[in-house]
């Protein structure tokens, strides 16, 4: 055991899969004088990585699980600590089969062989299953087996070998230091160590030890069952740790694989079983480990029906038995994915945490990359730690996500549904109004958004929309959208925009610091309205902004309400030493309501007598109006591209504010209108882009669509990447397509929900000289144009206006055609209708 | 002969290597462990289901103990035994005399319903109390005679032949049946519970008695857990460059 030095460059707490890679990964990229603690022994500390399954299915529907998984696969290959037998998905319904399809898609999306397979075939892999319970599998031959442990072993070492790590075992973390809201030293019952940066990198404890810095690191530590039944002749004649595919047995909510002799069952369809970080046995009062606690059998009996039903004979092998039974311990967050990323508490307090198996080395990666140039390469916004919202971080919201998120592990999760638990705790100003309209309400960074209102179900025969004949594509969807776009396209609409996240940018400084944070010049006349990116240093997307020059120290910047966390920390992060910025979160103080349509500019000014003509108030302008005697903040800008204003007011103004907007709207037809049209239909036919969406920090804005005329002249952040992305043509280009045939092989008109795969039109992958491919990154109807619209980025051969490919949605392949490659989108393109 | 054979288990917690007392030191706190019982009596367990596998008849496994320890029971029935007797306590522990007396009880009420044991079989000893006495004590109370430490069990005709290790060997004992005995570890090696025994074993009936509690002269005063010593991991060096260090530390030791 090495002493400890009493200063270090970082310190990283906990010596599992993912504190091994970050360090591992940090020396690769120079930093040395690093240290790397952990209260248990080596290899295996007592946490997760030590129980853990360590299989990897490569293919999820998420992106950036996704490629972290690729990354990761490539990863321990280049160890040479992986083996690949395979492994299929089961189907034991038609709903399943039906998901197995979409895996499908997802797999050809993210580059992923794989192939559904029919009993038959399963049988041929599996001899032991009983193929007269299924229907159908997913394969996937990259299915891997890593050891997880050598990896980390591995990666340790060549931190070592680098003279660049000092490794302290058996070292308990006593307290976290701060200073000045940075962190300073962490202290051991070994002694203290100054240094810059601590990663906290302890899966469960992680929460307890950050609590030291005085910072959250939001996850729970949540039983995952399993047990090793053996000795199974049948298998330990392969002489193999493991050489059939592994099966998951997604109806059932669990997994079988082969572990030697033995097989080892795991379920994720038992209750859930929460348990609190700060009550975790140390290693000393384990029986196995901190983190393989006792089975509660009763939890596991259902399972173990499943498991003989699937797999009789094996598993009633004569002499072979329940060797051995944990409830594993592992890390689940309040939406299922990592937490990661410097703390939003403490500078140089960082998280690496709820990470698996499968991501462990490309999250080291991402940790390494993002702490030594500022970002990562892969877009880390689903994971960052910032993205939760001061409920969200309760222990209250965890244990009600955990509790519902738990048994859809496996489960069969739509991509627009909602949560059950914890609902209606941020609510907009409006919302007595909006329930009172029947709204259905949909989350969005914690907040209650109305999706769409009940009371206009009879607009759906007034424009005549027709249904989605198929549940999935019905699901968390309501013809009422359709139709609440086409009153507003007729009429008018008005839309509750509270959840938006509005920060306020004052100081004698306020417009140089906001001129280095975004990419269009801010330094315009008061009572100007600007769209920006915000850009990464490489010149991705970090962020696009609504600016508003409110006086000359004074600005408004608008943001996305999911994206409140991240984009706060951003600016915050970057605000001038000198104090001559400041910026304030007013988010919880504005609420905001959309007015838009044809008949807007005749509705609001029947309530103002500010003029509101096209001279007096013209597109991109910002001007304050009373309105029955509330002052509000007026943008004239739009999202669903009409005529119209965002109206902003003081919260306490809100209902007031809407009973006028509502009342003067009624002679007109004004309807109420939902996210749905908001966020989907309205701007899609506009070809808008949403962060999340199209906008990510893999794609600049020259390939958004979104590069401005003219560069200012003042430097901001990724303008070198963002010139030398001007001088070329991008190789890829954002483009709207439309569905040109929507009918299936059964007969019933299909609707593509996002993420599917584009293809050629002889059904080849699309990928651009990047290796990006393209995929669906929104989906949704266009009532005014009456086309579903989707939006994809294609390499720029593919981006040709009147270009004919193929979307593969549930198996099956429609026929698309490029629409436009441009930002203006398919719906009234030279915007004269928001410029009216 | 078929044989009749009824087998005594205790639940007890299965610690890690610090034992955590509770607050008042009046038992081990169990927040955090799993429950088992003693290797012997796992044993005892297995040797019933081989014994009445080769023999015929039937297996009966009795507890004292909460309503919790019908896990323990559930258990030896998912390792073949065929029923399950709980004799209801409340979580209080029971010493050895009191233990002994209601065991003695319950078995009496189940012959005295037409079950007559052939054997009776204990652990030598359970994993947490250890005070080596229930079995024998049972056997006294019934008038029938006790063996301890036995590591072979060979029945025949109303007698059974058993084997007991000492220290350079084994004592072969022969004695007339019904009888007790107090197995040792190491006679078998047991079985892992079967995932379809488990399963039957969930749905099968346990016979609950309640008994009579008459406390020994021996009383709990506290636990007490002495200061363990810490294990710590030395490194002498990683590969070749180790080898002196070893030597060296094999010379101290008086390997070499």
Same mark, same amino acid.
């Given at each position: 055991m090495s002493e400890l030095p009493d200063r270090a460059s970082v310190v990283v707490i906990g010596a599992g899969i993912v504190g091994n890679c970050v360090v591992g990964h940090l020396a690769a990229r120079g930093w040395t004088d690093m240290v790397l603690v952990d209260k248990g022994p080596l290899p295996d500390p007592g946490g997760s990585t030590g129980h853990a399954s360590n299989f990897i299915f490569p293919v999820d529907?998420?992106?950036?699980?996704?490629?972290?998984?690729?990354?990761?696969?490539?990863?321990?290959?280049?160890?040479?600590?992986?083996?690949?037998?395979?492994?299929?998905?089961?189907?034991?319904?038609?709903?399943?089969?039906?998901?197995?399809?979409?895996?499908?898609?997802?797999?050809?999306?993210?580059?992923?062989?794989?192939?559904?397979?029919?009993?038959?075939?399963?049988?041929?892999?599996?001899?032991?299953?009983?193929?007269?319970?299924?229907?159908?599998?997913?394969?996937?031959?990259?299915?891997?087996?890593?050891?997880?442990?050598?990896?980390?072993?591995?990666?340790?070492?060549?931190?070592?070998?680098?003279?660049?790590?000092?490794?302290?075992?058996?070292?308990?973390?006593?307290?976290?230091?701060?200073?000045?809201?940075?962190?300073?030293?962490?202290?051991?019952?070994r002694g203290r160590i100054e240094c810059d940066y601590v990663v906290v990198a302890c899966g469960l404890w992680s929460p307890r030890i950050a609590a030291m810095a005085g910072a959250t690191i939001p996850l729970i530590p949540t039983v995952h069952q399993m047990i090793d039944v053996g000795p199974i002749p049948q298998l330990e004649?392969?002489?193999?740790?493991?050489?059939?595919?592994?099966?998951?047995?997604?109806?059932?909510?669990?997994?079988?694989r082969q572990n030697g002799g033995d097989m080892e069952i795991g379920s994720y369809a038992h209750r859930p079983i929460l348990h609190d970080p700060d009550d975790i046995p140390s290693i000393e009062e384990s029986p196995l480990s901190p983190t393989q606690l006792p089975l509660t059998e009763a939890d596991f009996d259902a399972q173990m029906e499943d498991a003989l039903e699937l797999m009789p004979e094996l598993l009633d092998t004569p002499g072979a038995g329940v060797k051995h039974g944990i409830d594993g311990l592992l890390s689940y967050t309040a939406d299922g994915a990592p937490v990661l990323g410097e703390t939003v508490e403490v500078k140089g307090l960082w998280s690496a945490a709820a990470v698996w198996i499968k991501e462990g080395p490309g999250v080291g990666k991402m940790i390494a990359e993002w702490m030594t140039d500022g970002e990562p390469e892969i877009d880390p916004h689903g994971a960052d730690i910032a993205r939760f919202t001061p409920n969200q971080r309760t222990w209250h919201h965890i244990r009600a996500r955990v509790n519902e998120g738990f048994n859809k592990t496996y489960g069969i999760v739509h991509p627009r549904e909602q949560w059950e638990s914890n609902r209606f705790t941020r609510c907009s100003t409006f919302h007595p109004r909006t329930e009172a309209l029947g709204a259905v309400y949909f989350e969005a960074g914690g907040w209650e958004r109305p999706q769409w209102y009940e009371s206009n179900a009879h607009l759906v025969e007034e424009f005549g929309v027709e249904d989605r004949p198929h549940e999935w594509d019905a699901r968390w969807w309501s013809p009422i959208i359709n139709a609440e776009h086409l009153a507003l396209r007729d009429r008018a609409g008005i839309i509750d925009l509270t959840a938006f996240s509005i920060f306020e940018v004052t100081g004698p400084g306020a417009c140089d610091y906001l001129q280095r944070m975004v990419v269009t010049n801010v330094d315009r006349a008061v009572g100007r309205v600007m769209y920006t990116p915000m850009l990464t240093h490489n010149g991705g997307f970090r962020s696009d902004l609504t600016v508003v020059r409110l006086a000359w120290?004074?600005?408004?910047?608008?943001?996305?309400?999911?994206?409140?966390?991240?984009?706060?920390?951003?600016?915050?992060?970057h605000l001038p030493e000198d104090g001559s910025a400041h910026i304030h979160d007013i988010t919880s103080a504005w609420c905001t309501a959309g007015v838009w349509g044809p008949r807007a500019r005749d509705i609001v000014q029947s309530v103002t007598d500010h003029d509101m003509s096209n001279e007096a108030f013209p597109f991109g302008a910002a001007q304050e109006v009373v309105v029955n005697g509330i002052p509000t903040v007026m943008l004239r800008m739009s999202y669903v591209g009409d005529l119209g204003w965002e109206i902003h007011a003081p919260m306490e103004h809100g209902v007031k504010l809407w009973d006028t907007l509502w009342a003067a709207g009624q002679p007109h037809g004004m309807v109420a209108a939902g996210g749905g049209v908001y966020g989907t239909t309205g701007r899609i036919e506009k070809g808008y882009r949403l962060m999340g969406a199209e906008l990510e920090s893999e794609y600049n804005p020259v390939e958004a669509g979104l590069a401005f005329p003219k560069v200012k002249a003042a430097d901001f952040n990724g303008k070198a990447a963002y010139l030398k992305a001007r001088e070329s043509e991008p190789i890829a280009k954002m483009c709207s397509l439309t569905v040109d045939d929507h009918m299936s092989a059964a007969g019933i008109e299909r609707f593509m929900n996002g993420g599917e795969p584009i293809l050629t039109r002889d059904g080849q992958r699309i990928a651009d000289a990047h290796g990006r491919p393209s995929y669906v990154t929104t989906a949704g109807a266009g009532p005014s144009v009456g086309k579903h619209i989707l939006l994809a980025y294609l390499p720029t051969e593919h981006a040709t206006e009147g270009n004919e490919l193929l979307v593969e949605y549930m198996g099956e392949h429609y026929p698309v055609t490029v629409r436009s490659n441009t930002r203006n989108g398919v719906f009234d393109p030279d915007d004269t209708r928001m410029k009216a | 002969m078929t044989l009749n054979i009824l087998v005594a288990v205790k639940r007890v917690p299965a610690p890690g290597a610090k034992i955590v007392l509770t607050e008042d030191a009046q038992r081990i706190d169990t927040k955090h462990l799993g429950f088992t019982v003693s290797p012997h009596e796992e044993c005892a367990v297995e040797e019933a289901v081989q014994l009445v596998g080769k023999h015929g008849g039937s297996s009966t496994v009795i507890t004292l103990g909460p309503p919790v320890a019908e896990e323990q029971l559930r258990t030896a029935i998912s390792m073949g035994i065929d029923h399950g007797v709980l004799v209801e306590t409340d979580e209080q522990e029971w010493d050895a005399l009191a233990t002994a007396a209601a065991l003695t009880d319950a078995i009496q009420t189940l012959e005295a319903d037409g079950d007559r044991f052939d054997l009776i079989l204990f652990g030598n000893e359970s994993a947490d109390a250890g005070n080596y006495q229930v079995g024998i004590r049972v056997a006294h109370a019934l008038d029938r005679p006790v063996v301890s430490g036995i590591k072979a069990i060979e029945p025949t005709d109303a007698r059974a032949t058993m084997?007991? @290790? /000492? $220290?350079?060997?084994?004592?072969?004992?022969?004695?007339?049946?019904? @009888? /007790? $005995?107090?197995?040792?570890e190491g006679i078998n090696l047991p079985r892992y519970p079967a995932m379809r025994g488990r399963l039957l074993a969930k749905k099968a009936q346990i016979r609950r008695l309640t008994p009579q509690r008459r406390d020994g002269g021996m009383r709990r005063v506290r636990l007490h857990h002495p200061p363990q010593q810490q294990a710590q991991t030395q490194m002498l060096g990683t590969g070749a460059d180790a080898a002196p260090a070893v030597a060296a530390l094999f010379e101290e030791v008086g390997l070499l």
């Open positions: 529907h998420g992106k950036e699980l996704a490629l972290l998984t690729i990354d990761s696969q490539r990863q321990y290959e280049e160890m040479g600590v992986q083996v690949m037998p395979g492994g299929i998905e089961v189907a034991r319904t038609e709903e399943r089969m039906e998901e197995l399809r979409r895996r499908m898609a997802s797999a050809k999306a993210w580059g992923v062989e794989s192939r559904l397979v029919t009993p038959a075939e399963i049988k041929e892999l599996v001899p032991f299953i009983n193929e007269e319970i299924l229907l159908g599998g997913f394969y996937t031959p990259s299915v891997s087996v890593v050891d997880s442990l050598q990896a980390g072993t591995i990666m340790r070492q060549r931190a070592l070998d680098a003279n660049a790590l000092t490794v302290s075992t058996m070292t308990e973390v006593e307290d976290l230091e701060v200073e000045e809201g940075r962190i300073r030293a962490v202290v051991t019952d004649a392969t002489r193999s740790e493991i050489a059939f595919p592994i099966v998951r047995d997604m109806d059932a909510g669990m997994y079988e120290d004074r600005y408004r910047v608008i943001t996305g309400g999911p994206d409140w966390g991240r984009d706060l920390k951003w600016f915050t992060d | 084997k007991r @290790a /000492v $220290a350079d060997g084994f004592e072969v004992l022969d004695l007339p049946l019904p @009888a /007790v $005995a107090a197995i040792k």
